[in-house]
């Protein structure tokens, strides 16, 4: 009905400094529930080429000030995010289906921490120089920002990686259109009431909602878009790369994973089980990092896999706006059945299910039993070939097998298409080298997960993704560097 719909929070693009209303929308669900409670904007070529022009007009400015007029207003931006941070993270976990505590003490505080993070390391970049005596010439580097950057954000933490991106495209000089998940959009759009406030200038930042078909080819495939930085599905970025091939757009690409956390059999159970826990089940799962392949040492193996589960069946599943719950919503009724069909494909090819999916009931509180829930889950007795082993499922699922050497489970770790994370747990210094050494991984965390440094580079090798971004690692992706010549 049309006064059912008037109650509905109703999105509009960011350009050129204004909210500017789309001619048609798209629902978007709120998780826990099931329910609409949502109108994105479902836009198109007509409204990235808006957006595009105006970040193209602003460019000229923002581009011209220096490094410490824009990380002033990065953390003023910081700031005014920081102020409304409770808002934030109600937004976050309705809109996601994610924990109000997990979107408290981890999203939002990750996206205040992103702006002035690159407000202060913008400071504190130099350029090289160096001398040929003999030719009588002098050499030194140039960076300038390259222009307009398209990013394309995720719908798993959608601050969070959201500023990732804006914040050292921006303190980086260059001007940003930005499309968020259409499934995630709230917070961005949120974002967006703060700028004129923080001092963006008008068109520095753009955001345009929409579908990634439609509002993101828009954005890939425009030729005044010479830089895209995108998280998602390995399967996208294939099309992102044909798409901006022949632009010979620059990209970075952080995609999915499919983590091994290996467990010797010297590990400290009592710090690898709590740690293994929320690297398998954070976010409901929802974490390129998130571990979905653990390898434990035969020795252990049964005693690991007993405490494992026993502690799994404690995470408390619901509604995401209970401060005691672990555990929120998947984020749509497609992705939970997805990801229920990885269960039933173990099932059927022998394997056994611990503890959650098929297993366990879940009870629900009453206004939530629509609502996109999964228990956290363990699958055993898996082969190392099976779609579980191989495939990001990007939920609520681990899978854990036994090994015998660290021969052999550096093999089988690397045996996967992806190599963003890994965890290794010993306390043998030694060994620890050895394994991170060989482990095709972009990370590789010892005894601990999920400690970032933003000094020093993310990102995956294999399908996991091309490039890295960090302090030194973004400055490089978000400007353009120039060799000057000097002959006196």
């Known amino acids: 009905t049309m006064a059912h719909s008037k109650a509905l929070l109703v999105l509009e693009n960011f350009i050129a400094g204004k909210f500017v209303p789309c001619s048609s929308y798209l629902n978007s669900y709120n ?36 490094p410490l007029e824009r990380s002033q207003i990065l953390n003023k931006l910081a700031d005014l995010i920081e102020h409304d941070l409770e808002a934030f993270a109600q937004a976050e976990s309705k809109d996601q289906g994610k924990t109000i505590t997990f979107a408290r003490t981890v999203d939002i505080p990750r996206a205040v921490y992103n702006f002035r993070f690159f407000a202060s390391s913008i400071l504190h970049h130099t350029t090289e120089c160096t001398e040929m005596a003999t030719m009588g010439c002098v050499h030194y580097t140039l960076r300038a920002p390259v222009g307009v950057a398209g990013l394309i954000s995720p719908w798993n933490l959608p601050l969070y990686l959201l500023t990732w991106k804006i914040a050292p495209a921006i303190a980086c000089g260059n001007t ?79 995609l999915g994973g499919k983590n091994p956390a290996i467990v010797f059999d010297d590990a400290d159970l009592s710090q690898c089980i709590p740690t293994t826990l929320r690297s398998s089940f954070a976010n409901q799962g929802e974490i390129c990092l998130c571990t979905s392949r653990i390898f434990v040492q035969r020795g252990i193996y049964s005693e690991f896999l007993k405490r494992f589960v026993a502690e799994a069946k404690k995470w408390k599943v619901g509604n995401p706006s209970d401060p005691t719950v672990d555990m929120g ?21 022998g394997a056994r299910v611990l503890c959650g999916e098929g297993v366990d009931s879940l009870a629900l509180p009453t206004g939530n039993q629509k609502g996109y829930f999964m228990l956290p889950t363990i699958i055993t007795e898996v082969k190392d070939e099976s779609c579980c082993m191989q495939e990001e499922i990007f939920g609520p699922v681990t899978c854990v097998v ?17 190599g963003l994370a890994a965890t290794v747990w010993s306390s043998n210094v030694g060994r620890v080298h050895r394994v991170a050494q060989r482990l095709q991984s972009g990370l590789v965390w010892t005894n601990c997960w999920l400690v970032r440094d933003l000094n020093l580079p993310f990102g995956g090798m294999k399908a996991s993704g091309i490039g890295r971004e960090g302090a030194k690692d973004s400055y490089e992706f978000f400007t353009e560097v120039k060799t000057i010549t000097i002959k006196h």
């Open 176 to 254: 940003v259109v930005a499309k968020p998940s259409e499934m995630t959009s709230v917070t961005a759009w949120m974002m967006c009431k703060l700028l004129e406030k923080a001092g963006v200038p008008h068109g520095v930042v753009n955001v345009v909602f929409g579908t990634g078909a439609k509002a993101g080819e828009a954005l890939v495939c425009h030729p005044d878009v010479p830089l895209i930085s995108f998280t998602g599905s390995t399967l996208t970025a294939q099309r992102i790369m044909e798409k901006s091939a022949p632009h010979c757009k620059r990209l970075s690409l952080e």
């Open 329 to 349: 919503a998947l984020i749509s009724k497609e992705h939970l059945e997805k990801v229920r069909s990885y269960v039933k494909k173990a099932q059927a090819e």
């Open 31 to 66: 998780p826990s529930t099931g329910d609409v409670y949502c109108r994105v904007p479902d836009s198109g070529k007509e409204e990235v080429e808006a957006a595009v022009k105006a970040a193209k007009a602003a460019f000229p400015i923002w581009s011209s000030k220096s």
């Open 402 to 418: 036994a090994f015998d050497t660290e021969e052999e489970v550096i093999e089988r770790a690397n045996s996967v298409k992806y």
